[in-house]
DNA sequence: TATGAATGAGCGTTCATTCAT
DNA sequence: AATGAATGAACGCTCATTCAT
């Protein structure tokens, strides 16, 4: 009566509802999760969402920013690094995002995303403006660069980009996608150290090159 | 009066209705996707839908399973190569693949599975039982061949597939996904020509490894 | 070819549609009935049903009123005996309705009415008019007659009716609704004879009248 | 404005559910029956009913055991007289049965519970094992003691149960079915004073015994 | 005459949203 | 600020009815 229960942490209720329903919107894609169960997990109750959040869209819309949005602060460092010789950058910028795929949800929101991009494409132009594109831009003109500098070889930066990345992405998506169903355990980080070896020197061994 | 109100058409119409479900399942995902608009665009009633499918989840199931069989059969072939010079098989391999992309629904396919592998997890694990981890099976199991001939370098044959076929999943989401908000056009089989170049003898410059 | 399978008994069609219809209303009444099952039972085709029935209600009044109708002739006759003693009047009309309730589904028909009397009140009107209104009417009837030789004792002759038919009814409803699930069977004819006899002089030893 | 939308009222809720579903049930049978009239007539949303009832059936179920329930103890009490002389016993079984059928929905439960007996077995079971079967049990019983004192006549006791109330059943269907579309009006009570009177001694005049 | 594929209105049920408490 | 009872629009599914064959 007297301290009600629920004064506590009033200021923390918007995230601890975000991490609820990232975990929800997560498992069931937007259209399939219930407000209901967001608001059991979150330990409140389905009225206070909307203390919080316009609507449904608004909470999808934010758990997907606030849980992008860290990724993209992240990934801007690694140009500064642009000096080293390329083979150091690559190695740096593969590693760092194995990194990051292991602390951050980056399976769970690019799922969420690929999945509801009909529904969301802002989600979708989110992800592209801040996440993706800049991410691939960056690595294009690290290897242009590098390509001036008669490290790299020729060809389209942009799809030298996608040969570098290309992989982590599966990898992401084989640990949230497939693992869960019986596909063969990951390990991210070793296939950054083994991908980011191979993709420069070729996969061919050197007599055959 | 002129044109009758409908015609006969059983045998075509569960192809036609498929046709129709994997344009909105695709666009909307499972749940968001409304019968009265796969009726509408198969040119059907509703009540027709039930003539062919069970429910809703029959005719998403039937859908994704109709559109990934053609799938597994194609890269079977890839396997009987096996005699050729690694190089030569990871091309052919990476060409099929584009091949593929271009003409059947695959982002379509990855990207349903991927949203709804929450809801549907036996989805995912046709897709994982019947294509990736048959596919990436073969290629291991080619590519730990060609190590024991000299041909590949060491490592995990396992990850040395995710080199290699990563970039062409990436490619698949990012038209699927990407393309449509924005970013900029992707042609697919000139990621593959690229990267399956690049991919075997190294992104680096021959001077620089 | 030559000789079409179904061209025979073209005209017992209807008697077949209605045979099944019974059954199925009875066993669901009359809206969780399903045409199709109906159809089914008849051996024919939901189509056919319609060359015959205008709808649903037709097909249920068709049926209604074709069991409804033999019953009536049949208790026309017991008027005729009415210059025997009541005592043999009263034997006769009772073990005529328990025989008629043993060829006849009399008590099928009687649970459709009442069970879809709200939603078919000219069906329980036909009921009344035909069945029981005239039933009571006449065994009234025949009381007021036996009061009058003195041969009944007073009392309001319809409630006397119900005396003497309403165990009847009883017995029907039992074996109807209650014996299939789990009641003690009835013995329909036993129930007319013992009934017959106690009701005439008291269910009370004679010692203690 | 002024009045609000709606008001809380969780705990008269149910009740007021179940006596709008009551009267719906019994005018239109399960099926036929419309939630969206039974809301109305409860004077909530469709929604609401389903805060108290996981759905249709489970409704229909709470209505006729709750209407069904208060009957049971009614009867029990009957039994206890059993040592007064049998025709107060019946008399006073028959009145009480009378004054029940006056102030309880007997006819409307009867009703549902025949109609629907094909598609909710276990309503009629209920109404077998909790109603009917005991009340012809305890009657039988009561009836047997009687005879072994010689108050009562030979003759099988459950049939003589059924002397002794069939009419009544019957008296209550016919208010209920035939009395709306045009059948004489019936006095229960004036029913049940007659026919305890006459089936104890007799239809027939004393002369005539 | 007979069929059964096709229709579409209608209902049970769900769930995002509101609001009296 | 927080609740959760109440709402009602919307959707999946059924099934009586129609009609091309």
């Given at each position: ?15 601890e509802i975000c991490a609820a329903a ?76 194995a990194d990051l795929a292991q602390r ?106």
């Amino acid at each position: 009566m007297q301290s009600p229960r629920w004064q506590r942490r009033a200021e923390d209720r918007p995230r601890e509802i975000c991490a609820a329903a990232l975990d929800v919107f997560t498992e069931k894609g937007f259209a399939a999760a219930r407000l209901d169960e967001i608001a059991k997990r979150a330990g409140v109750s389905k009225g206070t969402l909307y203390l919080y959040f316009k609507d449904k869209e608004d909470l999808f819309r934010a758990v997907v920013r606030d849980t992008v949005a860290p990724n993209v602060g992240a990934l801007r460092d690694a140009a500064m690094a642009s000096e080293l010789p390329f083979a150091a950058v690559a190695n740096m910028f593969l590693s760092r995002f194995a990194d990051l795929a292991q602390r951050l949800p980056v399976g769970a929101v690019a799922k969420m995303v690929i999945g509801e991009s009909g529904n969301f494409p802002e989600l979708a132009k989110v992800w592209h403006d801040q996440v993706a594109g800049p991410s691939i831009g960056l690595l294009a003109g690290l290897i242009e660069k590098a390509q001036a500098k008669g490290e790299v070889r020729a060809g389209d930066p942009r799809l030298h980009a996608f040969t570098l990345m290309g992989p982590m992405l599966m990898g992401v998506i084989w640990r949230e996608i497939l693992q869960p169903v019986g596909g063969a355990p990951l390990d991210i980080e070793a296939l950054a150290r083994q991908h980011s070896q191979t993709v420069l020197t070729g996969l061919l061994a050197e007599s055959e090159q």
